[in-house]
T-cell receptor, first 109, second 112 residues
Framework: LAKTTQPISMDSYEGQEVNITCSHN???????ITWYQQFPSQGPRFIIQ???TKVTNEVASLFIPADRKSSTLSLPRVSLSDTAVYYC??????????FGTGTRLQVFP | DADVTQTPRNRITKTGKRIMLECSQT?????MYWYRQDPGLGLRLIYY???????NKGEISDGYSVSRQAQAKFSLSLESAIPNQTALYFC???????????FGPGTRLTVT
């Protein structure tokens, strides 16, 4: 199982870009990288998924270097509503995915 | 209407009681999951099912059992609840391997 390491917490201000980096040194060839967002007392919500290079959707961008040993979730111009816990997961089969403690992002006005 | 629903949303029960948490989905997904989350921690997988005839133990299945009554329904039971099963329980579904998981709103269970 691919273990991931993320910062425990991050602070930002409204309007700033936030980059959360996840390390996954033992990622396997077939593994995808997936990020989820969780608000207090709610279930996690899928944000973005990628395999290599860069993926962008209406919510975020995901940057994956060539060696795939890390990935960076980029949230452009955060708002107070982006305050949440962000989880980085690595794997293919859903039952093998591990939700660690995630990164707690606090956005200040 | 929500794609994944859980009942009850909150439950307080006493040690030794049997309790069932129910999950229903309208996504049409074959795969369903039960997770628990303890305060300040990530989610841990309890049981999962890839179709109606398939049930598998997850990371922390001891003390729990499940039933997949139909493609759309997946129930989690605590046969004899104990205080350390106090947690937030989430049901989720997915369409396939590596696919996005859709989570329910959660059930907050307190065992006294």
């Amino acid at each position: 199982l691919a273990k991931t390491t993320q910062p425990i917490s991050m602070d930002s201000y409204e309007g700033q870009e936030v980059n959360i980096t996840c390390s996954h040194n033992n990622i396997a060839t077939n593994d995808y990288i997936t990020w989820y967002q969780q608000f207090p007392s709610q279930g996690p919500r899928f944000i973005i998924q990628g395999y290599k290079t860069k993926v962008t959707n209406e919510v975020a961008s995901l940057f994956i270097p060539a060696d795939r040993k890390s990935s960076t979730l980029s949230l452009p111009r955060v708002s107070l509503s982006d305050t949440a816990v962000y989880y980085c997961l690595v794997g293919v089969e859903t039952d093998k995915l591990i939700f660690g403690t995630g990164t707690r992002l606090q956005v200040f006005p | 209407d929500a794609d994944v629903t859980q009942t009850p949303r909150n439950r307080i029960t006493k040690t030794g009681k049997r309790i069932m948490l129910e999950c229903s989905q309208t996504k049409g997904h074959d795969r369903m999951y039960w997770y628990r989350q303890d305060p300040g921690l990530g989610l841990r997988l309890i049981y999962y099912s890839f179709d109606v005839k398939d049930i598998n133990k997850g990371e922390i299945s001891d003390g729990y059992s499940v039933s997949r009554q139909a493609q759309a329904k997946f129930s989690l039971s605590l046969e004899s609840a104990i205080p350390n099963q106090t947690a937030l329980y989430f049901c989720a579904t997915s369409a396939g391997a590596g696919g996005e998981q859709y989570f329910g709103p959660g059930t907050r269970l307190t065992v006294t």
